[in-house]
């Protein structure tokens, strides 16, 4: 089967850092768009960041400027570098991507299985 493993999360004071990583695993043909979405308990889980197969990038607003999105698709690995962290940043952090097992298949999103972020004073 094909696994998503997240890292990254952590506590962090606002204006902090932190770089989340998302790792594909298993029988994987081809990837297409990755993502990072974020849900507050609550609260519908939101696209925070997108990039395509061929490198285009898309934001939330309330992130640009502070967020950057980067793949490398050797390693079926997707990135969120998250600069000056506000408080309202928190809440679980979730990669998605886009994913063909066999030639011709249809793509499935698959998720990983979160990893928490807090920023707190």
């Known amino acids: 089967q094909v696994q998503l493993v997240e890292s990254g999360g952590g506590l962090v004071q606002p204006g902090g850092s932190l770089r989340l990583s998302c790792a594909a695993s298993?029988?994987?043909?081809?990837?297409?768009?990755m993502g990072w979405y974020r849900q507050v308990p609550g609260n519908q889980r939101e696209l925070v960041a997108a990039?395509?197969?061929?490198?285009?990038?898309n934001y939330a607003d309330s992130v640009k400027g502070r967020f950057t999105i980067s793949r490398d698709n050797a390693k079926n690995t997707v990135y969120l570098q998250m600069n000056s962290l506000k408080p309202e940043d928190t809440a679980v952090y979730y990669c998605n991507f886009v994913i063909t097992i066999a030639k011709g298949g249809y793509g499935y999103t698959y998720w990983g299985q979160g990893t928490q972020v807090t920023v707190s004073s």
């Open positions: 990039i395509t197969n061929d490198g285009r990038t």
């Open positions: 298993g029988s994987i043909f081809s990837i297409g768009a």
